[in-house]
C-alpha cells in the first residue's frame, strides 16, 4: 500500500488538475454559447445559398461551365477544418481519420489546404502535402477568409492543377453531438447535390449569359459553404472541448474519492501499528 505522503501528494496533484479542468469547462462553456448562436443564425443563409444554386442549375440543363466539370488531373484538394489546440476529445482526430480513410482522397494525389494546427501536424504524419496553411483563421474565422481561400482555390481548379475539391469539417448538431463530415464542393453536380431541390421543370434563363452569371455565383456559393463549415466547427470544438473538460472533472472526482479511502485506511493503519507499538512496549517494560 502507497505511504500517506505519496497519497497526500497524488491526491494534491489531482485537485490540481481537477481545478484546471474545471476552468476549461466553464470557459468553453461560455465559448459555446457565442459560437452556436452565430452558426445557428447563419445556417438558414448557407442553406438557401446551397439550394439556390442547386435549384438554378437543375433548371437550367445541360451547361459546359468549367466549374461543372471535373479536371483532368487526378490530383485532389481538400479544406482541413481542425483547431489549434487538444483536450477536446476526438475532435480532430476524427477529421484526419475521415480524410485518411476516404477512398478518394490518398495522401500521393492529395493538397491539404489547413485550417487548424491539429489537423495539419496529423495529416502530415500520414504522408498528406501540406499545401497551405491558414491555422490562424479558426481563431476568429470571418466570411473574408473564406472569400480569400476561394479565390486560390478557384485559381489552382481553373488553372487544371487540382480536378476535385472537398471540404472536411465537422457538423454541429447539439452540445454533445458534432458529426465529420466531407462534402465535394467542385465540380458541382446536380444528381449528387440536388436531392433538396424542388422537382421543377421551368428552365433556368440567364441574363447577360450563363458563363457571367455562374462566374459570379459559384465562387459566392463555395465561399459560403466554407463560412458556414468554419462556425460549425468552431461551434463543435468548443462543444467537444466542454464535454471532454466535464468528464475530466467528473474523473478527477471519483479519483480523489478512492484516494481518500486508501488516506484513511492508511491513517488507521498507521494509527493501529502505533498502538500496538505502545502497548508492546508497555508490557515489556512491565
Same mark, same amino acid.
Given at each position: 500500500m502507497a505511504s500517506m505522503r505519496d497519497i497526500k501528494r497524488r491526491r494534491a496533484s489531482i485537485q490540481s488538475t481537477g481545478q484546471i479542468t474545471k476552468a476549461m469547462k466553464l470557459v468553453s462553456t461560455v465559448k459555446l454559447q457565442k459560437s452556436r448562436q452565430k452558426a445557428e443564425n447563419s445556417k438558414p443563409y448557407f442553406d438557401t445559398m446551397y439550394d439556390t444554386i442547386a435549384s438554378m442549375l437543375k433548371k437550367s440543363g445541360a451547361i459546359d461551365h468549367k466549374y461543372l466539370k471535373a479536371g483532368s488531373t487526378h490530383r485532389k484538394a481538400v479544406i %482541413?477544418?481542425?483547431?489549434?489546440?487538444g483536450l477536446a476529445g476526438g475532435y480532430n482526430n476524427n477529421i484526419v481519420k475521415l480524410i485518411a480513410g476516404s477512398g478518394e482522397l490518398k495522401a500521393e494525389s492529395t493538397d491539404v489546404y489547413a485550417i487548424g494546427r491539429k489537423g495539419r501536424d496529423g495529416l502530415a504524419k500520414k504522408g498528406y502535402e501540406i499545401k497551405q496553411d491558414y491555422s490562424d483563421v479558426i481563431n476568429n474565422p470571418m466570411y473574408q477568409d473564406a472569400a480569400d481561400l476561394t479565390v486560390e482555390l478557384l485559381d489552382t481548379f481553373r488553372r487544371g492543377e487540382?480536378?476535385?475539391?472537398?471540404? %472536411?469539417?465537422?457538423?454541429?448538431?447539439?452540445?454533445?453531438?458534432?458529426? &465529420?463530415? +466531407?462534402?465535394?464542393?467542385? &465540380?458541382?453536380?446536380?444528381?449528387?447535390e440536388g436531392e433538396r431541390v424542388s422537382k421543377a421543370h421551368a428552365l433556368m434563363n440567364y441574363e447577360p449569359d450563363e458563363e457571367a452569371v455562374l462566374d459570379m455565383i459559384i465562387p459566392k456559393y463555395v465561399s459560403s459553404l466554407i463560412f458556414g463549415a468554419l462556425q460549425e466547427a468552431v461551434a463543435s470544438e468548443n462543444g467537444a472541448r466542454m464535454t471532454a473538460m466535464d468528464s475530466a472533472t467528473n474523473n478527477a472526482?471519483?479519483? +480523489?474519492?478512492?484516494?481518500?479511502?486508501?488516506?484513511?485506511?492508511?491513517?488507521?493503519g498507521s494509527i493501529t501499528q502505533e498502538l500496538t507499538e505502545i502497548i508492546a512496549g508497555a508490557n515489556a517494560i512491565n
Amino acid at each position: 500500500m502507497a505511504s500517506m505522503r505519496d497519497i497526500k501528494r497524488r491526491r494534491a496533484s489531482i485537485q490540481s488538475t481537477g481545478q484546471i479542468t474545471k476552468a476549461m469547462k466553464l470557459v468553453s462553456t461560455v465559448k459555446l454559447q457565442k459560437s452556436r448562436q452565430k452558426a445557428e443564425n447563419s445556417k438558414p443563409y448557407f442553406d438557401t445559398m446551397y439550394d439556390t444554386i442547386a435549384s438554378m442549375l437543375k433548371k437550367s440543363g445541360a451547361i459546359d461551365h468549367k466549374y461543372l466539370k471535373a479536371g483532368s488531373t487526378h490530383r485532389k484538394a481538400v479544406i %482541413a477544418i481542425t483547431s489549434n489546440r487538444g483536450l477536446a476529445g476526438g475532435y480532430n482526430n476524427n477529421i484526419v481519420k475521415l480524410i485518411a480513410g476516404s477512398g478518394e482522397l490518398k495522401a500521393e494525389s492529395t493538397d491539404v489546404y489547413a485550417i487548424g494546427r491539429k489537423g495539419r501536424d496529423g495529416l502530415a504524419k500520414k504522408g498528406y502535402e501540406i499545401k497551405q496553411d491558414y491555422s490562424d483563421v479558426i481563431n476568429n474565422p470571418m466570411y473574408q477568409d473564406a472569400a480569400d481561400l476561394t479565390v486560390e482555390l478557384l485559381d489552382t481548379f481553373r488553372r487544371g492543377e487540382v480536378g476535385e475539391i472537398y471540404l %472536411a469539417y465537422t457538423s454541429f448538431k447539439n452540445t454533445v453531438v458534432h458529426i &465529420p463530415k +466531407l462534402i465535394k464542393l467542385l &465540380p458541382f453536380t446536380v444528381e449528387e447535390e440536388g436531392e433538396r431541390v424542388s422537382k421543377a421543370h421551368a428552365l433556368m434563363n440567364y441574363e447577360p449569359d450563363e458563363e457571367a452569371v455562374l462566374d459570379m455565383i459559384i465562387p459566392k456559393y463555395v465561399s459560403s459553404l466554407i463560412f458556414g463549415a468554419l462556425q460549425e466547427a468552431v461551434a463543435s470544438e468548443n462543444g467537444a472541448r466542454m464535454t471532454a473538460m466535464d468528464s475530466a472533472t467528473n474523473n478527477a472526482g471519483e479519483m +480523489l474519492g478512492k484516494l481518500e479511502l486508501q488516506y484513511n485506511r492508511a491513517r488507521q493503519g498507521s494509527i493501529t501499528q502505533e498502538l500496538t507499538e505502545i502497548i508492546a512496549g508497555a508490557n515489556a517494560i512491565n
